[in-house]
């Protein structure tokens, strides 16, 4: 099982978004998360950037993204 231990360094809040067709694409809003790892699911599509934009944590300064992946499931 993931180890479900909120640090201060969670991030608790964030937004996500993709550029598409030119312009920023909001596909996800999180308040309150607790889980170390969380995986986003939405809708096919064709993107150059993704943009993780966090706005709280669970105490710290700062909040520290390991790792994003993006693909699709086949």
């Known amino acids: 099982t993931e180890d479900m231990t909120i640090t ?3 991030e608790s809040g964030k937004e ?3 550029f598409e067709k030119g312009e920023w694409i ?6 309150d998360n607790y889980m170390r790892k969380r995986i986003h699911k939405f809708q096919k599509a064709l ?3 993704i943009r993780v934009n966090v706005f709280s944590t669970w105490g ?3 909040a520290r993204i ?3 992946r993006a693909s699709m499931d086949i």
Do not use: F, P
Request: glycine share 0%.
């Open 8 to 10: 201060a360094l969670c």
């Open 16 to 18: 996500i978004k993709i």
């Open 26 to 31: 909001e596909i996800a809003n999180v308040r």
């Open 47 to 49: 993107a150059k950037k």
């Open 60 to 62: 710290d300064k700062s």
């Open 66 to 68: 390991m790792e994003i």
